[in-house]
């Protein structure tokens, strides 16, 4: 999905400075283009103008808390995913040793590499599509290995309580993984993100038009108002981007988990 997204590659705060000076331009133009009509309009289309303005920014209003509680959500669901899959792989240590004694071992140790893995891959940008590839197939090899392992210590011991506890711990493992890496993929719709862009910049116009119109300026107000959005703006944007902005999923439970297999 990252590879479909335009904005995805590029910063985050680049993002944010560039919507922000293009509010602050377009809010220029909005103002001489009201002070352009200010002569030749009257008071009842100045006053439908403010209502016009105050439609704009309450639909603004509505997409930035729309679309920040999309990203939030998103931004709790890894979290909540890497919590679970640290959850399993603990699991899955704790029941290596109901193993039979060779199995153990093997297991012990193969599960150790198979966090680490996964601690490494947590650190890498998504964009950075090959090297997550390269982590994927050995992970993917880490789970064969460890299912083989399973199965030869089923036929040593093929107790439910022993090794069948392990087995599911596994499968429990496998899928957590599976579901936090799906998790990764998942962003705001660009589209949407672009609308709120649309609908920001359309409001810093009505913003300095109305302004022009009154044929007064209104620098600092606008120009905090700009700034604030831009900021609440900004924040969405890091919040969809794992592995990449500045607001990221604390990854402290996995490095505890692997501090705890050495």
Do not use: C
């Given at each position: 999905m ?6 995805y590659?590029?910063?985050s ?16 133009v909005?103002?001489v ?62 029941r290596?040793?109901l ?17 680490r ?13 090959d ?11 880490l789970?064969?290995?460890l299912?083989g392992?399973?199965l ?12 069948g506890s ?21 962003h ?26 009154s ?44 501090k705890?297999?050495?």
């Amino acid at each position: 999905m990252v590879d479909n997204e335009f904005l995805y590659g590029y910063s985050s705060v680049l993002i944010a400075v560039v919507l922000f000076l293009v509010i602050i331009v377009f809010n220029e133009v909005g103002f001489v283009s009201g002070r352009y009509v200010q002569s030749r309009t009257d008071d009842e289309v100045k006053t439908l103008t403010g209502s016009i303005q105050a439609s704009i920014l309450g639909l603004l209003a509505l997409l930035l808390g729309f679309t920040f509680s999309m990203a939030m959500q998103r931004y709790d669901n890894r979290t909540m995913a890497l919590i679970d899959e640290a959850n399993t792989m603990g699991t899955a240590m704790l029941r290596a040793q109901l193993l039979p004694g060779e199995y153990q071992t093997k297991a012990d140790n193969t599960l150790r590499d198979y966090i680490r893995l996964r601690v490494e891959m947590g650190q890498v940008d998504l964009t950075h599509v090959d090297v997550r590839s390269d982590y994927q197939r050995q992970i993917v090899a880490l789970q064969n290995q460890l299912w083989g392992i399973t199965l030869a210590a089923t036929e040593t011991d093929p107790r439910p309580v022993t090794t069948g506890s392990f087995l599911q711990s596994l499968n429990a493992m496998i899928d957590a993984q599976g579901k936090r890496n799906a998790l990764l993929q998942l962003h705001v719709p660009e589209s949407i993100l672009l609308l709120l862009f649309v609908v920001f910049i359309a409001s810093g116009s009505i913003m300095g038009y109305s302004a022009g119109l009154s044929g007064k300026r209104m620098v600092v107000p606008i120009v905090l108002v700009s700034l604030l959005i831009t900021l609440i703006v900004f924040t969405i944007i890091d919040l969809d981007r794992p592995k990449r902005g500045l607001i990221q999923v604390d990854q402290n439970v996995m490095s505890a988990l692997l501090k705890q297999a050495r």
